[in-house]
C-alpha cells in the first residue's frame, strides 16, 4: 500500500511555506511507503505520494503522467488487469512498468467515465492541467482507505489517512467507495453499481464450479508482484482457502521464477492457541514455508496506542483484531516480504457470523449480507489496510474481487442459510465448492472449521487480558459520567472507553470521531441480528464466544461423512456432481 495526499485550490499557491507543509502532511504516511517520495506542484495544486514498490520497483515511482504530462495521477492500489488495459490502448506511449500509469491513459482516452474498467484496490487523485479540473475515486469495497477534507480557503484535501489531513481541515470525512468526485460537476457519483446493491434477493441457483472457478481466478490475478510475498494463514476456511489455492497456482507464476515456488504462510496468536495449531496442520498439509509468530497479553497492550495511531478507530472489535494483525505485519516486513494475501470478507458475503443462524429467511439473510459488505470498508478491510501499512506491507484480499462477488452474490440465498437439519453450517456453499475428493485442496475437518473470530482464534485470553486492562484505566465513575464526555458513540463498556480515550487525544476533532461508525460496535448484535432473537440485545460483548447456543452445540445434527466432513446428503442431491478431468490440472473439475 502507498500513501497518498493532495491538496487541491489551495491559497498562496507559490509559498514555499505551503510547499514545506505539504511535504511534512505527507511524511506522516511514509510507513505506507516507504520505498520513495514524490511531490508534483501545478499552480494551487499538489499531489503528494509516498510508494511502496510491488510492482516495476524501478521505474514506477509516482506521480505518474501520461505523454505530454499534461494528465498527472497519484494512486495508492494494485490494478490487477493493467496489461489488457495497455494492450486496448497500443497509441499510447506508457513511460513505466508500473501497473497505475494506465489511469492516466484511461482518463486521456474516455474522459472521467473509465473507473469501472479497473479491475483492482485503489485510490488515486488525477489532475488534468489543461483546465486544472481533478477526480478522485475509491475501489468498489473500500480496501484502500481514503479520506476527504475541505480547508477555509476553499481547498479540497485527500488523503490516505486521517493524520494527513486532519490538523490542516476545517471538515474531513470518509471518501465514500465505489465512488467519484469530480471538481467539474462539484460532487459525488457511485461508480459501482452491481446488482446486489439494490439488495434484491437473486435467484441464480448454486454452481459450486463456476463459484470455484471464480474465487481461483481471483486469488491468481492477486499473484501478481515484483516482490517477495506470502498468505496470512489462521487455520480458518478463508485463509486455508487462499494459501492452498496459491500454492497450486504459484509454480507457473513470474513471483516463483523470481522467489521460489514454495509459499511463505504466516501466522500470530498467544502461546497454544487455536488459530497456531490450525494453521500449522495447514502448512504442513499444503508444505508452506510457515512463519509462527507468538506475542504475549503484555505485548498486545503495549502496542494498543500505536494501533489506534495507524487505525485511526475507536471501534472494540476492530481493534482487538487489529493488534495481532499490527504485530505479525511488523515481523513479516523484517523477513522482507512486502505483500501478502488475505482472508477477508468471505463471513460478509457467505453469512459466516455465527448469529447468521438466527436468519428467518433467505430474503433477511440476503439484505444482512449486503449490508455487511457495504459496511466493509469501516471495519476489516480498514484493519486489514492500515495494520499492515502501518509498516509498509501491502495486503490484497481475493474474496473483495469485483467479479467473485458479482458471482457470490448472484446464488439464490436460499443456499447459503445455516440450516442445521440439512447439516449445512455456515459458509456451506464455499465450502462446497472446494470439497473435491480427487485432489483435495483442504483435510475434511479443516474445510468445514467452524467459524472463529480472528481476535478469540489468537488465543481466547486476549481479549480477556484487553478487559482487564481497560478495568484497571476506567472507573466506575468515568464510566457513569461516558455519556456527557462522549455524547457521540457513547462507550457502553470499560473497554470502548479506553480506546476512546486514546483516539480523542490522536484525533481530537469532532470529524475525525464521525469517521468511527458506532463506538462500541457490536459486530454480531446489529439491529437485523436483534430483530432475528431478541436475545441478541442483552450481549455486550462482540467476540464470536457470545453467539448464544450456536457455537458448537449448534452442530447437534450435522451428518459427519467419510473423511470427517460436515454434509447434507438432501441437499448434495441437487448440487450438480464435480469430476475431476485430469491430474495435469489439479483442482479442475465440471459439472455432470
Not at 501466522?267 to 509462527?292: F, I, Q, R
Request: charged share 25%.
Amino acid at each position: 500500500m502507498c500513501g497518498i495526499l493532495a491538496v487541491l485550490g489551495c491559497s498562496e499557491p507559490d509559498s514555499q511555506a505551503k510547499r514545506v507543509r505539504v511535504l511534512e502532511l505527507s511524511r506522516r504516511l511514509k510507513h505506507r511507503g516507504p520505498d520513495w517520495s514524490g511531490l508534483y506542484q501545478h499552480g494551487d495544486c499538489y499531489l503528494a505520494h509516498q510508494r511502496l514498490a510491488i510492482i516495476d520497483p524501478a521505474s514506477g515511482d509516482q506521480p505518474l503522467f501520461n505523454e505530454d504530462k499534461a494528465i498527472v495521477v497519484t494512486v495508492n492500489g494494485e490494478i490487477y488487469n493493467h496489461e489488457q488495459l495497455r494492450a486496448s490502448m497500443p497509441n499510447h506511449k506508457f513511460r513505466t512498468d508500473s501497473d497505475c500509469e494506465v489511469i492516466a491513459h484511461l482518463y486521456e482516452e474516455h474522459g472521467e467515465n473509465f473507473v469501472n474498467m479497473l479491475d483492482g484496490m485503489f485510490s488515486f487523485v488525477l489532475l488534468d492541467t489543461r483546465d486544472n479540473s481533478f477526480i478522485v475515486a475509491r475501489d468498489a469495497i473500500g480496501i484502500t482507505s481514503l479520506y476527504m477534507g475541505w480547508g477555509l480557503d476553499g481547498s479540497v484535501w485527500i488523503s490516505s489517512e486521517l493524520k494527513g489531513l486532519n490538523d490542516d481541515c476545517e471538515h474531513f470525512e470518509s471518501f465514500p467507495p465505489g465512488h467519484l468526485f469530480s471538481s467539474k460537476s462539484g460532487g459525488l457519483r457511485r461508480w459501482y453499481n452491481p446488482p446486489w446493491f439494490l439488495e434484491t434477493v437473486p435467484s441464480t441457483p448454486y454452481d459450486p464450479l463456476a463459484l470455484r472457478r471464480a474465487f481461483e481466478n481471483a486469488v491468481i490475478k492477486r499473484l501478481m508482484t515484483d516482490v517477495p510475498f506470502g498468505v496470512l494463514l489462521s487455520g480458518g476456511l478463508d485463509s486455508s482457502l487462499v494459501a492452498s489455492i496459491t500454492a497450486r497456482h504459484l509454480a507457473g507464476t513470474k513471483a516463483a521464477k523470481q522467489w521460489g515456488a514454495q509459499l511463505h504462510t504466516f501466522c500470530v496468536g498467544l502461546e497454544n492457541s487455536p488459530d497456531l495449531k490450525a494453521a500449522k496442520e495447514v502448512a504442513d498439509y499444503l508444505g508452506t514455508v510457515h512463519h509462527e509468530f507468538h506475542f504475549t497479553v503484555q505485548d498486545g497492550i503495549d502496542a494498543i496506542e500505536d494501533v489506534i495511531y495507524h487505525v485511526e478507530t475507536y471501534d472494540v472489535t476492530t481493534i482487538r483484531a487489529s493488534t495481532p494483525m499490527f504485530l505479525m505485519s511488523r515481523k513479516i516486513k523484517a523477513l522482507g516480504v512486502k505483500m501478502v494475501l488475505s482472508g477477508e470478507g468471505s463471513d460478509e458475503i457467505f453469512g459466516g457470523y455465527l448469529y447468521f443462524h438466527k436468519a428467518p429467511n433467505k430474503e433477511a439473510f440476503h439484505q444482512e449480507t449486503c449490508h455487511k459488505i457495504k459496511a466493509l470498508h469501516m471495519y476489516d478491510c480498514l484493519r486489514a489496510n492500515k495494520s499492515t501499512s502501518a509498516w509498509g506491507l501491502e495486503a490484497r484480499v481475493p474474496f473483495l474481487d469485483k467479479e467473485f462477488i458479482d458471482v457470490a452474490m448472484a446464488i439464490d440465498p436460499e443456499w447459503k442459510m445455516i440450516n442445521r437439519d440439512e447439516g449445512r453450517i455456515e459458509k456451506w456453499v464455499i465450502r462446497r465448492a472446494f470439497d473435491d475428493e480427487e485432489h483435495p485442496y483442504l483435510p475434511k475437518h479443516i474445510l468445514y472449521r467452524q467459524k472463529e473470530q480472528f481476535s478469540d482464534g489468537v488465543g481466547y485470553s486476549w481479549i480477556d487480558g484487553l478487559k482487564a486492562h481497560a478495568a484497571q484505566n476506567v472507573t466506575d465513575r468515568m464510566m457513569r459520567n461516558a455519556g456527557h464526555i462522549y455524547p457521540h458513540n457513547t462507550p457502553t463498556t470499560k473497554e470502548a472507553y479506553y480506546y476512546r480515550m486514546i483516539f480523542e487525544r490522536f484525533f481530537p476533532q469532532n470529524s475525525a470521531r464521525l469517521t468511527v461508525p458506532g463506538g462500541a460496535s457490536i459486530a454480531c448484535s446489529t439491529a437485523k441480528a436483534v430483530e432475528w432473537d431478541a436475545a441478541w440485545s442483552n450481549n455486550l460483548d462482540p467476540s464470536g464466544r457470545a453467539a448464544l447456543g450456536v457455537h458448537d452445540s449448534a452442530y447437534e445434527k450435522q451428518v459427519v461423512v467419510a473423511g470427517g466432513g460436515i454434509l447434507a446428503p438432501k441437499m448434495i442431491d441437487n448440487v450438480p456432481r464435480m469430476v475431476d478431468v485430469g491430474a495435469a490440472t489439479p483442482g479442475v473439475a465440471i459439472a455432470s
